[in-house]
């Protein structure tokens, strides 16, 4: 059954589900008042009336304050490595091994390939009381959430936070849109494939996207493999192919700021057929300057791109038209029921902790977050990510070796000043002729990048992830020191 109500008439409603929900979010908050000082578990007079939450938050304060891992690891409620005498061993950090994550491996290679945002790990650990969810073991047993007489498969309060988070930053306008939930954002690029091909046309829709893009647009249309749909590579291949854009109806998809290359990007195709996606996974204030709310029919945003929590898979769609909403929301029951509630309980507590902290701090620009910067996620990370690019270029400054992608500063209405770059990538090129496999002579540096052809571009083009951990990162800075140093030439 698909919802029935207009977003405007969402925030008009109030069931005793809504209400319910406002109520164990409001338990999270109490269950977790009046947290013991570093090192100290709770005490009986912590715990008087909390009954059956007691022993799963020992158990979570006990692991957490108990093993210190030097610095280079972590031990978690569920961590499975045990040492000889049966105890918790620590889940090192890469490069690091040992049951304290104490010994560095030095021939370890520097992993810059994966996207993965864990740079924001000592935020979260700063605000843990702010974000923590308590989750009973009945919680929302049902596939289905109730919102009144209404059955769906988004939480109400999650869909308040969502609204509320892009409203805080200006970055997408959703007053009068329809938010659809996925599994990560990569369920969506298929539901919205699938619900803005027309039905039984005569020809497949033809999905692009302008090189360098994101290359799990192409992994996943080719891996389902539709009759509807059909993956056709490069979109300014198909600029001046009229005929083509006249006969069949073309999904453009649109990465802005772009993935590898971090720049703000439009749609390159233009006419009555073709349907844009964008994907604005990397559109918040701590990787570019927010110029004005996106406002596209097709809107993609991501939760691990915004608050780090990429293990939770939880993606959204903003769309405009009522119908594509209708088919998407439908893609997404068939194909998994909607995401865990469990997913959504915790996203919404992470936002609303994001939010939280803004509200209850209000700085007015970006110099007025500095003092407060751990309770404002988008102060902290930008002041993270900011630093990690100026180091970057740093290196690369001099080089004729090898080029660095050139990005310039822009104004940030949520900051309220014109912001330097910040971007979540570097986009490298080798310039050497006999260096043409620039992976191969990263990876003789000993660092793991990600090869441009993974992106549809000359291979002479490299990614470096700059968003995983500090660890990670100072291994990538040393590596690229000594490589940019280098005179050696390596060829393939």
């Given at each position: 059954?698909?919802?029935?109500?207009?977003?405007?008439?969402?925030?008009?409603?109030?069931?005793?589900?809504?209400?319910?929900?406002?109520?164990?979010?409001?338990?999270?908050?109490?269950?977790?008042?009046?947290?013991?000082?570093?090192?100290?578990?709770?005490?009986?007079?912590n715990w008087k009336g909390m009954g059956w939450t007691r022993k799963a938050a020992e158990e979570a304060e006990a692991v957490s304050l108990q093993y210190q891992c030097s610095g280079h690891g972590y031990v978690f409620v569920d961590t499975f490595i045990t040492d000889d005498n049966g105890s918790l061993a620590c889940e090192c950090n890469a490069c690091y091994t040992g049951l304290d994550c104490s010994q560095f491996l030095p021939d370890c290679l520097a992993n810059a390939n994966e996207g993965d945002p864990i740079f924001l790990e000592p935020f979260w650990i700063a605000n843990a009381e702010a974000a923590a969810t308590v989750v009973p073991a009945w919680y929302r047993m049902s596939y289905d959430v109730k919102d009144g007489l209404e059955i769906s498969l988004i939480s109400p309060e999650l869909e308040k936070q969502i609204r509320a988070i892009h409203e805080l930053v200006g970055n997408a306008v959703t007053q009068g849109r329809y938010i659809?939930?996925?599994?990560?954002?990569?369920?969506?690029?298929?539901?919205?494939?699938?619900?803005?091909?027309?039905?039984?046309?005569p020809n497949s829709s033809q999905v692009v996207s302008a090189s360098p893009y994101y290359g799990a647009f192409r992994d996943q249309i080719e891996m389902f493999d539709s009759v509807e749909s059909v993956w056709k590579g490069d979109a300014r291949a198909w600029i001046k192919q009229t005929e083509s854009l006249n006969s069949s109806t073309f999904i453009e998809f649109v990465t802005s700021p772009n993935n590898p290359k971090g720049i703000l990007d439009e749609s390159v195709l233009t006419g009555n057929n073709v349907r844009a996606v964008y994907d604005h996974a990397y559109y918040w204030p701590h990787y570019t300057g927010?110029?004005?709310?996106?406002?596209?029919?097709?809107?993609?945003?991501?939760?691990?791109?915004?608050?780090?929590?990429?293990?939770?898979?939880?993606?959204?769609?903003?769309?405009?038209?009522?119908?594509?909403?209708?088919?998407?929301?439908?893609?997404?029951?068939v194909n998994t029921f909607?995401?865990?509630h469990d997913t959504q309980l915790r996203a919404t507590r992470l936002l609303k902790a994001i939010i939280n902290g803004y509200r209850q701090r209000q700085p007015k620009r970006l110099e007025d977050g500095q003092t407060n910067e751990k309770h404002l996620l988008f102060h902290y990370a930008y002041r993270v990510m900011r630093s990690r690019w100026q180091r970057v270029e740093r290196i690369f400054s001099g080089s004729d070796r090898f080029s660095l992608q050139s990005l310039e500063p822009g104004n940030c209405t949520f900051f309220r000043r014109v912001t330097g770059p910040s971007p979540a990538y570097a986009w490298v090129?080798?310039?050497?002729?006999?260096?043409?496999?620039?992976?191969?002579?990263?990876?003789?540096?000993?660092?793991?990048?990600?090869?441009?052809?993974?992106?549809?571009?000359?291979?002479?083009?490299?990614?470096?992830?700059?968003?995983?951990?500090?660890?990670?990162f100072e291994l990538l800075e040393r590596r690229l020191r000594a490589l940019v140093s280098s005179s050696a030439i390596v060829t393939y």
């Open positions: 059954m698909v919802p029935r109500s207009h977003p405007a008439i969402f925030s008009q409603k109030f069931s005793l589900t809504s209400a319910l929900l406002v109520f164990s979010l409001v338990l999270n908050g109490l269950l977790l008042l009046r947290p013991p000082k570093h090192g100290q578990l709770l005490s009986d007079d659809v939930l996925g599994t990560g954002s990569l369920q969506l690029i298929n539901a919205a494939v699938y619900s803005l091909s027309p039905f039984h046309a927010i110029p004005r709310p996106a406002d596209e029919d097709v809107m993609l945003f991501t939760l691990s791109k915004l608050t780090g929590h990429a293990g939770s898979r939880l993606g959204w769609a903003i769309v405009k038209d009522y119908d594509v909403y209708k088919r998407m929301y439908m893609y997404v029951r909607g995401v865990s090129k080798c310039e050497r002729e006999e260096e043409r496999e620039c992976a191969g002579v990263f990876e003789k540096g000993g660092i793991i990048a990600r090869n441009g052809k993974a992106f549809e571009a000359d291979r002479r083009y490299v990614r470096l992830s700059l968003i995983k951990r500090e660890d990670n």
